[in-house]
């Protein structure tokens, strides 16, 4: 008996991804992808204004006049003065002042010259900003015509990032030893997946569905193994994250077809279907994998942390039962669940703060807001994932019990 049912579990782990992918060959004109469809289409086909920006596709067949410009170069500088100027007025109907400012420039070929740049405020807060002497910041600086044309772009801000995850590092350095020098090399992995396979898979076109469960299948083995080593509790662990994370896909899925989800909630995705790459995205993919991703971390943490407390227990006291052991694994994972799902709920509920002071303001409905698309996909992204990550609780308590079991069973004559 348990040896079926170790067998069921590592089974679950390896027809689930395979039941998402083929669900998703099968309903590729199902509503949840022709909603997406179907929204683009319209865009495509009522918009006038999109007619216009397909015009220029054209245009630059037959002038040549913008072949010979340069691309512009994105260097650093530091503000010396800002300029007196005319103030603020209206171009064309709306909001501008343009400023003149003197920078210093700290990179590239004219490093060291004293330029004077020009700053153009819309009156839009969320783009604005207002620069100060010594502020440090960014310029494009693009030649034309033998003269350099000088614009702020935006604050310097990647020096203070650079100097917060070196505190990051030396931190789990310290604290962790080697196990942190573990982690830093896993992370790096995790970034390398996401940023250097996982985003140019995407823009050239691959499944996203089939992509992030290959690269969380990675990201999982290798994180688990590296820190954890090869043993009963790394494995047990690989098997309740991945149920877990998998299991959160697959609701996700069903669910985002049951109530139409189209993966449209942002205007990034919006944006998407205009990209110059041209590639027709499977946004309920999209949406799957961004959840599958968010998830992911939060189920690590809870399989390696129930396993961990198993492997003590049973080095603790190798008399202990199986059923005792996987008893109190449940006990472990009981605690652990109460801040881990609150942790992710909050963590997608304070993203959408604004919009929940929008919708308050203006004294929205609950029936209207639950219902909105940018809204239910948001909350069942929450709910998708804290149900994948209680469902790990058992799968991983259940999965270290049993192995071990197994284990015992080998070891004796």
């Known amino acids: 008996m348990k040896k079926r049912l170790v067998m069921i579990t590592l089974l679950m782990n390896l027809i689930i991804p395979y039941f998402i992918y083929s669900a998703h060959a099968e309903e590729a004109s199902g509503p949840f992808d022709s909603q997406s469809r179907l929204l683009a289409s319209e865009l495509d086909d009522d918009s006038e204004d999109f007619e216009e920006f397909e015009e220029f596709e054209t245009i630059d067949e037959y002038n040549n006049d913008f072949e010979d410009v340069p691309a512009d170069e994105i260097e650093r500088a530091r503000v010396i003065e800002v300029l007196p100027g005319d103030g603020p007025g209206l171009d064309e109907g709306f909001y501008q002042e343009i400023q003149t400012v003197r920078v210093e420039i700290l990179s590239g070929d004219q490093e060291g010259e004293e330029v004077e740049a020009i700053h153009t405020l819309t009156g839009n807060p969320g783009s604005d900003f207002e620069v100060e002497p010594g502020d440090r910041i960014l310029i494009s600086v693009i030649e034309i015509g033998g003269e350099s044309q000088v614009h702020i772009v935006e604050y310097e801000r990647d020096r203070t990032i ?22 830093i090399l896993t992370l790096a992995l995790t970034l390398f997946l996401l940023l250097r396979v996982l985003i140019p898979g995407l823009l050239a076109g691959y499944s996203p569905i089939l992509m992030t ?9 290798v994180t688990i193994l590296t820190v954890g080593g090869l043993n009963i509790k790394s494995i047990a662990a690989i098997t309740g994250v991945l149920g877990g994370v998998l299991i959160s896909g697959l609701i996700t899925y069903i669910v985002g077809n049951q109530i139409n989800l189209t993966g449209l909630s942002g205007q990034e ?17 999209l949406l799957f994998a961004g959840i599958i991703m968010g998830a992911l971390g939060a189920v690590m943490d809870v399989g390696m942390s129930i396993a961990s407390a198993m492997e003590e227990i049973r080095m603790a006291d190798p008399t202990v ?63 998708a994932g804290s149900i994948g990550l209680i469902l790990s609780i058992p799968l991983t308590a259940v999965s270290s019990g049993l192995l071990r079991d197994k284990l015992n069973l080998r070891k004796s004559p």
């Open 213 to 221: 469960i290959l690269i969380s299948l990675i990201i999982t083995v």
């Open 162 to 183: 650079y100097i917060v995850l070196a505190l990051f590092v030396v931190l789990l350095i310290l604290l962790g030893g080697l196990k942190g020098l573990k982690t």
């Open 269 to 285: 995705a919006m944006m998407l279907m205009y990209i110059p790459q041209n590639v027709d995205f499977n946004f309920s993919g």
């Open 321 to 383: 039962s199986t059923k005792r052991l996987i008893l109190s694994g449940m006990n472990v994972g009981k605690d652990i669940m109460g801040t881990m799902a609150n942790t992710l709920i909050l963590a997608y509920i304070g993203s959408m703060i604004p919009l929940l002071l929008l919708f308050t303001a203006y004294q929205e409905p609950f029936i209207s807001i639950i219902n909105m698309n940018v809204i239910a996909t948001e909350v069942i992204r929450a709910l």
